[in-house]
Antibody, heavy 118, light 108 residues
Framework: QVQLQESGPGLVKPSQTLSLTCTVS??????????WSWIRQPAGKGLEWIGR???????NYNPSLKSRVTISVDTSKNQFSLKLSSVTAADTAVYYC??????????WGKGTTVTVSS | SSELTQDPAVSVALGQTVRITCQGD??????ASWYQQKPGQAPVLVIY???NRPSGIPDRFSGSSSGNTASLTITGAQAEDEADYYC???????????FGGGTKLTVL
């Protein structure tokens, strides 16, 4: 079955850009009518939807993050990516990637912790 | 603040029935999905659509909706159901997704 795995630096300096990649295995990122999403969770807090991308390249972003977020897809590598610019300590969180269909997320990665600190 | 509102905490006696609710204007137009999250683990989808369970989710989990409120019901709660539960749906604009603040379920 489809599995997702997040990867990227665990430590990012303030004001820099956070970059994460989600690798899809067990199926093609291009097959089916799926969106591919990013969600984050600060320690001890709730889930926050960051945004999503369709394999056509169309995107939707959380309005509160829209000015700093870019989500892209690389179908040749079966991957999609998240870039979050101008990070601060408030961006410290566990970041999850997920497969989404009709507004629900049925497959999640295990999550990766990103700390913003100098 | 979230456009979907959940009670922060709910408790239930072992074997009893508990309802976890999610309120928001967008729920008049869109279904909510529900996720269970245990400490240190990724969320798991438990209910989606009108009232659908993914494969492997026990049938004691069910979902319903009325007006601006979606509900997750656990009939005969088990100790392993103790977790955080999050609802998810579209926001009022319909263009983005949003999560509720989460409900911590304690099984007594």
């Amino acid at each position: 079955q489809v599995q997702l795995q997040e990867s990227g630096p665990g430590l990012v300096k303030p004001s820099q850009t956070l970059s994460l990649t989600c690798t899809v295995s067990g199926g093609s990122i291009s097959s089916g009518s799926y969106y591919w999403s990013w969600i984050r969770q600060p320690a001890g807090k709730g889930l926050e939807w960051i945004g999503r991308i369709y394999t056509s390249g169309s995107t939707n972003y959380n309005p509160s993050l829209k000015s700093r977020v870019t989500i892209s897809v690389d179908t040749s590598k079966n991957q999609f990516s998240l870039k979050l610019s101008s990070v601060t300590a408030a961006d410290t969180a566990v970041y999850y990637c997920a497969r989404e269909w009709e507004d629900y997320m049925d497959v999640w990665g295990k999550g990766t912790t990103v700390t913003v600190s100098s | 603040s979230s456009e979907l509102t959940q009670d922060p905490a709910v408790s239930v006696a072992l074997g009893q029935t508990v309802r976890i609710t999610c309120q928001g204007d967008s729920l008049r137009s869109y279904y909510a999905s529900w996720y269970q999250q245990k400490p240190g683990q990724a969320p798991v989808l438990v209910i989606y659509g009108k009232n659908n369970r993914p494969s492997g989710i026990p049938d004691r989990f069910s979902g319903s909706s009325s007006g601006n409120t979606a509900s997750l019901t656990i009939t005969g709660a088990q100790a392993e159901d103790e977790a955080d539960y999050y609802c998810n749906s579209r926001d009022s604009s319909g263009d983005q997704l949003v999560f509720g603040g989460g409900t911590k379920l304690t099984v007594l």
